[in-house]
């Protein structure tokens, strides 16, 4: 979409939001989740407890870019705060943080815009409601057919029966004979 120059505006979660399911699965206190642990001078994380983690390696998940994290397992076995940090966990804090590309820092950037969610709140208005219809209602809930193109005419149907069930309720009424 950015480089087509679309403006994307969509749901969106902040940190905190995002990280707590994955703290709870891993029995982490909240003070520890991911967006606690900061971005050292040399690339590195400092935990809440003042010790570094280093960076051991890159992966996908999801199609986003992460670098992992890793503390020494010396400083986890000491640590007073090992029970909260590490959660279900016995061996060393791990930590794995997104390589955001430019087009999604500006998209986040965008989405904290007032006018942005101005924008995104005539959403429900406008798209969620047929939405919800259609796949409530009528039951499709996928395409019947197969390639961008049979599947953008079925879109496309669908809409227009929509858009006539409305227009059908909204202006047209018979007149007695």
Same mark, same amino acid.
């Given at each position: 979409?950015?480089?087509?120059?679309? !403006? =994307?505006?969509?749901?969106?979660?902040?940190?905190?939001?995002?990280? *707590?399911?994955?703290? +709870?699965?891993?029995?982490?206190?909240?003070? =520890?989740?991911?967006?606690? =642990? &900061?971005?050292?001078?040399?690339?590195?994380?400092?935990?809440? /407890?003042?010790?570094?983690?280093?960076? #051991?390696? !890159?992966?996908?998940?999801?199609? &986003?870019?992460?670098? #992992?994290?890793?503390?020494? +397992?010396?400083?986890? *076995?000491?640590?007073?705060?090992?029970?909260?940090?590490?959660?279900?966990?016995?061996?060393?804090?791990?930590?794995?943080?997104?390589?955001?590309?430019?087009?999604?820092?500006?998209?986040? /950037?965008?989405? &904290?815009?007032? !006018? $942005?969610?101005?924008?995104?709140?005539?959403?429900?208005?406008?798209?969620? %409601?047929? @939405?919800?219809?259609?796949?409530?209602?009528?039951?499709?809930?996928? %395409?019947?057919?197969?390639?961008? !193109?049979?599947?953008?005419?079925?879109?496309?149907?669908?809409?227009?029966?929509? @858009? #006539?069930?409305?227009? $059908?309720?909204?202006?047209?009424?018979? $007149?007695?004979?």
């Amino acid at each position: 979409m950015d480089k087509q120059r679309i !403006e =994307f505006i969509a749901p969106w979660k902040d940190s905190d939001s995002r990280e *707590a399911g994955a703290s +709870a699965l891993a029995g982490r206190a909240a003070e =520890f989740r991911s967006s606690a =642990f &900061q971005m050292s001078s040399d690339d590195r994380l400092v935990c809440p /407890a003042g010790k570094l983690l280093r960076v #051991i390696g !890159e992966h996908k998940h999801h199609g &986003q870019n992460r670098v #992992i994290y890793e503390a020494d +397992a010396g400083d986890c *076995a000491g640590c007073a705060m090992r029970d909260g940090c590490c959660g279900s966990r016995r061996s060393p804090r791990r930590v794995d943080r997104v390589k955001e590309t430019p087009a999604m820092l500006a998209y986040l /950037a965008r989405m &904290q815009k007032a !006018e $942005t969610q101005a924008r995104y709140k005539q959403r429900s208005e406008v798209a969620e %409601f047929p @939405n919800l219809w259609i796949k409530s209602y009528w039951g499709l809930r996928r %395409f019947t057919l197969w390639g961008k !193109e049979r599947a953008a005419k079925e879109a496309i149907w669908a809409a227009l029966a929509y @858009n #006539i069930q409305q227009w $059908t309720r909204l202006k047209w009424s018979p $007149t007695a004979g």
